[in-house]
């Protein structure tokens, strides 16, 4: 990244080096550990393959749409990053992403656009975020504890597959974790409930696992 000329330093906008990272035909791209600025949206796109920082972390990014994946010719990971000062990522992509490693984006940071989407999460603590119908998440080691009472986040008619979803015993903050939405109503459901997860799908919880069909529309 520094050798596109990203400085890092929380300050300065960084949004055109890391652009110019991503169109460069490399197939991973690297961000050190430093605090980045991104004035303006990165899109993910071309050959990238992963995206690694090191806890690289941004600055000034409270409500922004930090990058948007849309148009790699194969499925892309990005992987290691912490989003405590905010920030969003936007999945348009045709082929799966992949979050791993990251702690964030919350508060409605991850954005799902357009149809058919396919969201991977490994290791990731985020919550309040929506998955639009047609949408897939497969997931695992996946930290959603919501502020009581909302949900930690909406399924509106996705189709969702977690293994290793932590509920601490008699911890109330974490009991409502899904909010499974259909035709304009919505009910707050618990997992292992498999309305949670939509059709077909496998929950596997707290060593418990539950497989359910579609609620009635």
């Not at 596109?4 to 300050?11: H, I, L, P, Q, T």
């Given at each position: 990244?520094?050798?596109?000329?990203?400085?890092?330093?929380?300050?300065?906008?960084?949004?055109?080096?890391?652009?110019?990272?991503?169109?460069?035909?490399?197939?991973?791209?690297?961000?050190?550990?430093?605090?980045?600025?991104?004035?303006?949206?990165?899109?993910?796109?071309?050959?990238?393959?992963?995206?690694?920082?090191?806890?690289?972390?941004?600055?000034?990014?409270?409500?922004?749409?930090?990058?948007?994946?849309?148009?790699?010719?194969?499925?892309?990971?990005?992987?290691?990053f912490n989003f405590f000062g905010g920030g969003k990522l936007e999945h348009a992509n045709e082929r799966p992403v992949t979050l791993r490693h990251s702690t964030?984006?919350?508060?409605?940071?991850?954005?799902?656009?357009?149809?058919?989407?396919?969201?991977?999460?490994?290791?990731?603590?985020?919550?309040?975020?929506?998955?639009?119908?047609?949408?897939?998440?497969?997931?695992?080691?996946?930290?959603?504890?919501?502020?009581?009472?909302?949900?930690?986040?909406?399924?509106?008619?996705?189709?969702?597959?977690?293994?290793?979803?932590?509920?601490?015993?008699?911890?109330?903050?974490?009991?409502?974790?899904?909010?499974?939405?259909?035709?304009?109503?919505s009910a707050d459901v618990d997992p292992p409930d498999p309305r949670a997860f939509g059709g077909g799908s496998t929950a596997r919880t707290a060593g418990r696992?539950?497989?359910?069909?579609?609620?009635?529309?």
């Amino acid at each position: 990244m520094k050798a596109f000329g990203a400085v890092g330093d929380g300050s300065t906008d960084d949004t055109a080096a890391v652009q110019k990272a991503i169109d460069s035909g490399k197939a991973v791209i690297y961000f050190p550990q430093a605090s980045y600025r991104l004035n303006g949206t990165v899109v993910v796109r071309g050959n990238v393959r992963r995206v690694i920082g090191f806890s690289s972390s941004f600055t000034g990014a409270e409500g922004k749409t930090l990058f948007r994946f849309e148009g790699t010719r194969h499925p892309v990971a990005f992987e290691r990053f912490n989003f405590f000062g905010g920030g969003k990522l936007e999945h348009a992509n045709e082929r799966p992403v992949t979050l791993r490693h990251s702690t964030g984006p919350a508060k409605q940071g991850i954005v799902t656009t357009g149809k058919n989407r396919h969201w991977f999460f490994e290791d990731v603590c985020t919550s309040h975020f929506t998955l639009p119908p047609g949408t897939r998440l497969h997931a695992r080691q996946f930290n959603c504890e919501p502020e009581p009472p909302g949900a930690g986040f909406a399924n509106d008619g996705a189709l969702v597959w977690v293994l290793g979803l932590p509920i601490p015993g008699g911890c109330r903050r974490s009991r409502l974790l899904v909010r499974r939405e259909w035709g304009g109503a919505s009910a707050d459901v618990d997992p292992p409930d498999p309305r949670a997860f939509g059709g077909g799908s496998t929950a596997r919880t707290a060593g418990r696992t539950a497989r359910g069909g579609n609620l009635h529309r």
